[in-house]
């Protein structure tokens, strides 16, 4: 997907990916930089509020996927952005 700066040094998020993420108008990013790759990481500004259905469903997810971890290493995020995660 490629996207152009304007003169001002902008770029738009293509509407895809907002909706993917729930980007809305507002939304905050840590910016990093290494080498020839700048990353944006959205932040998560306001809290979000389960309710109790909700709270029962993530309950029996984690319940479920207890034992599974995973360590996280750099070979496990690199693996991850390459899509063999």
């Not at 003169?7 to 905050?28: E, F």
């Not at 990353?39 to 509020?49: A, G, S």
């Not at 996927?65 to 750099?74: F, H, I, N, Y």
């Amino acid at each position: 997907m490629t996207v152009i700066m304007t003169v001002k040094n902008q770029i738009t998020i293509p509407k895809k990916i907002t909706d993917a993420l729930g980007l809305d108008k507002g939304s905050m990013f840590r910016v990093e930089i290494s080498k020839n790759v700048i990353e944006l990481i959205p932040l998560e500004t306001k809290e979000k509020e389960f309710t109790e259905e909700e709270y029962v469903k993530l309950e029996a997810l984690a319940m479920k996927e207890k034992g599974k971890e995973k360590r996280v290493t750099k070979k496990f995020i690199s693996d991850l952005k390459k899509g063999r995660g």
